[in-house]
């Protein structure tokens, strides 16, 4: 149980372009999802919390506009890297849990990389 | 500020050899930590510790918690060159159950 699917998992495009990531909770309902970020060899960082029929909850440093957050439904949450640069190239992964105080379930992955 | 740090950040031992992986954390609104280890894509569930002092054992994996002195274990005996990933630990906080994880511990696991 408590399954996290993430599409697509690698994109490759040109600079400029807008790319959206679907995390999909597949056998539990999610109100809370989550969106990381990680470099290379290095840690995840927490982008933003998503939450489903609300506005997005950004952390410190991440840019709103930059990284669009749509949660419509209790099962998907969506991240769109709007005007994709070189430097927004890395890892996001997505996660959710189906209750609270629970564990965290990841997608796999997606694997972006800008032109 | 949020802070949570792991050591050692990098490890290399040879199988069937003992290593504690340590995590200390600062955060406000504290609920939980958690263990996590990442091989290539996402990062699976280890442990989820709650309570002070109650150790949680699954195989050759063990964590326990020190609330009062924020900090965590994780132990692995007689390790094996399945063991090598990152170990990340993360204080999960009351708010939204958000999870900030520490650097990680690159753990290597040879011959």
């Known amino acids: 149980g408590a399954v996290v699917s993430q599409h697509p998992s690698r994109v490759i495009c040109k600079s400029g372009t807008s790319v959206k990531i679907e995390c999909r909770s597949l056998?539990?309902?999610?109100?809370?999802m989550f969106w990381y970020r990680q470099f290379p060899k290095k840690s995840l960082m927490l982008m933003a919390t998503?939450?489903?029929?609300?506005?997005?909850?950004?952390e410190q440093g991440v840019e709103k506009d930059k990284f669009l957050i749509n949660h419509a439904s209790l099962t998907l949450s969506t991240l769109t890297v709007t005007s994709a640069h070189p430097e927004d190239s890395s890892f996001y992964i997505c996660?959710?849990?189906?209750?609270?105080?629970?564990?965290?379930?990841f997608g796999d992955g997606t694997r972006l990389s800008i032109l | 500020e949020d802070k949570v740090v792991q050591s050692p950040l990098s490890l290399v031992v040879h199988e069937g050899d003992t290593v504690t992986l340590n995590c200390s954390y600062e955060?406000?609104?504290?609920?939980?930590l958690l263990w996590y280890k990442q091989e290539k894509k996402a990062p699976t569930f280890l442990f989820m510790l709650?309570?002070?002092?109650i150790e949680k054992k699954s195989g050759r994996l063990s964590s326990i918690l020190d609330k009062k002195e924020l900090f965590s274990i994780l132990n692995i005996t007689a390790t094996q060159t399945g063991d090598s990933a990152i170990y990340l630990c993360?204080?999960?906080?009351?708010?939204?159950?958000?999870?900030?994880f520490g650097p990680g511990t690159s753990l290597s696991v040879i011959p």
């Open positions: 996660s959710a849990s189906p209750s609270g105080n629970q564990p965290q379930h």
């Open positions: 056998d539990f309902q999610a109100t809370t």
């Open positions: 998503s939450n489903e029929g609300s506005k997005a909850t950004y």
């Open positions: 955060v406000t609104n504290f609920r939980s």
């Open positions: 709650t309570s002070s002092g």
């Open positions: 993360g204080p999960m906080k009351t708010s939204y159950d958000k999870v900030i």
